[in-house]
């Protein structure tokens, strides 16, 4: 074991715990259960430098590819979550080795861990590779063939154990044209012996951004909105009682047409992390069946030509829980403000030519959203929710489920069903009823506009 002050500055580490490879691998071979090696170096190093069978391969940083023409180098990024790959495998009180290629990178790795409450964290300070020999009169002056674990006799391997490799989430996948453009160049017979080339372009990106990775319903750790207007070709079912004539003349209800003259929804989210909240608008305009109320005897009948518009504003807000790479699940709560106005001419009634009536409610709602990607590019949908339970109205549900592709980044296509009801009552100050069921229920079509847009990973936007 070395001593602190025989330590060069750049390998010294703040629980002051230092081995050589060597010995390091003594200590693993007397207590392989209880010590564990870690290996902090890039996965390009592992597979073609060579890496430690038993050891842990975490890497703390990842190899850009942008020129730094003040250092005349490709810089190392580091990964902001090197500690929380770490504790999958480790506790605060285990017995670590951390090695990388000469024991600059492991320091910095040390001490990210010292900072979390590992305090029996040894440093190894001649590496995988050893340090670089500087004898002038040594033919192997400039290479790193002095000490190191490749050096001192350790086992290392080109094979690479998936298992033991904890990539981060910020790793992501080489950008295939490096794969393509290989191939092009290189025959198959000699493509065969690259087998490894190929876990890297599909766990890697040709960047130095720690962000780059495509998240379906955009990265988690920042802000992103989205807005979905739809067009709808719905039919609507149901009746409405207009108040005045039924509190005046006590005439019932009214069935709607089967046809609308119009109708829109508009769609919009916020989301961060496990937070979501999503406004929505939906607006009817249709009319409302001409003969109203017809005497017993048939001589005398009331009729009307009115019309209805409906406005429907939505606001839920909720978890998102993100249970897997491939589906999340949304429950959450909100309220549902609907408002209607009946309007158009009246025959029948002496003094009484028109009807002008306008009507809300509000109604809280409960819910639950489900997002299914069996494809990082064709999105499923499910929603279904309900309310009311007589707050507003006597009872109020839908239902969405969506299918559709995603374009770009920045848009998704969707196509889907939807169905909505409100059953709304209420009564005059005679005590008699008045209100409307209304069921809307057809085929949506829409585009999802994203902000800021999601990573236009090239594994998944393929040209």
């Known amino acids: ?77 580091p990964l902001a979550d090197f500690v929380t790959r770490v504790k999958t495998v480790a506790k605060p009180d285990d017995t ?18 010292a900072k979390e409450g590992y305090s029996n964290v040894y440093q190894i300070i001649d590496g995988f590779e050893g340090d670089i020999i500087e004898d002038q009169e040594n033919v192997f002056i400039g290479k790193r063939m002095m000490n190191g674990w490749k050096n001192a006799g350790c086992p290392w391997s080109y094979e690479l154990d998936r298992e033991k490799l904890l990539v981060s989430d910020s790793q992501q996948y080489f950008t295939l044209k490096c794969k393509y453009e290989f191939e092009k160049k290189c025959s198959n017979f000699y493509w065969r012996y690259y087998d490894n080339l190929d876990f890297v372009c599909n766990n890697f990106i040709f960047s130095q951004d720690q962000g780059s990775k495509y998240y379906p319903k955009g990265n988690p750790d920042k802000w992103n909105c989205s807005l979905t207007p739809f067009l709808l070709a719905p039919i609507i079912d149901g009746h409405v009682q207009s108040k005045n004539l039924s509190e005046d003349f006590g005439i019932g209800t009214a069935d709607f047409l089967k046809t609308l003259h119009g109708t829109f929804m508009m769609a919009a989210e916020v989301s961060k992390g496990k937070f979501f909240a999503a406004p929505l608008y939906i607006y009817t305009y249709n ?26 504003f939505e606001l839920k807000s909720g978890m998102r829980l993100r249970l897997n790479e491939n589906l999340i699940v949304d429950p959450y709560v909100g309220f549902r403000y609907t408002y209607y106005y009946i309007f158009g001419s009246v025959n029948g009634i002496k003094n009484y030519s028109e009807i002008n009536e306008k009507e809300y409610f509000f109604d809280p709602i409960f819910g639950i959203q489900a997002h299914y990607y069996f494809n990082p590019r064709f999105p499923i949908e499910f929603r279904a929710d309900c309310g009311g339970f007589g ?10 489920l969506n299918g559709g592709y995603t374009v770009s980044p920045t848009t998704d296509l969707l196509i889907g069903f939807a169905a ?7 009564e005059t100050s005679s005590g008699n009823a008045y209100g409307m069921t209304s069921l809307i229920y057809g085929i949506n079509f829409g585009a999802r506009f994203y902000l800021p847009q999601r990573f236009k990973d090239p594994l998944i936007f393929k040209k």
Request: proline residues 6%; positive net charge; glycine residues 6%.
């Open 96 to 113: 670590l080795m951390l090695m990388c290629r000469s024991g600059g990178r492991s320091a910095i790795a040390i001490n990210m861990l």
């Open 287 to 312: 009319e409302i069946e001409k003969s109203i109320w017809t005497t017993d005897n048939g001589f005398s009948s009331v009729s009307a030509n009115p019309s209805m518009k409906k406005s429907i």
């Open 1 to 77: 074991m070395e001593n602190d002050s025989n330590i060069p500055k750049g390998k010294r580490t703040d629980p002051g715990l230092y081995a050589k490879a060597k010995e390091a691998y003594e200590m693993w071979k007397a207590e392989p259960h209880n010590v564990k090696i870690i290996d902090v170096r890039t996965v390009e190093e592992f597979i073609f430098v060579g890496n430690p069978p038993m050891a842990w391969k975490i890497p703390v940083a990842i190899q850009s590819y942008k020129w730094n023409s003040e250092k005349r180098k490709y810089p190392m990024v």
């Open 391 to 400: 707050v507003g109205s006597k009872f109020t549900w839908s239902v969405n």
């Open 420 to 426: 909505l009801e409100n059953q709304y009552e209420n």
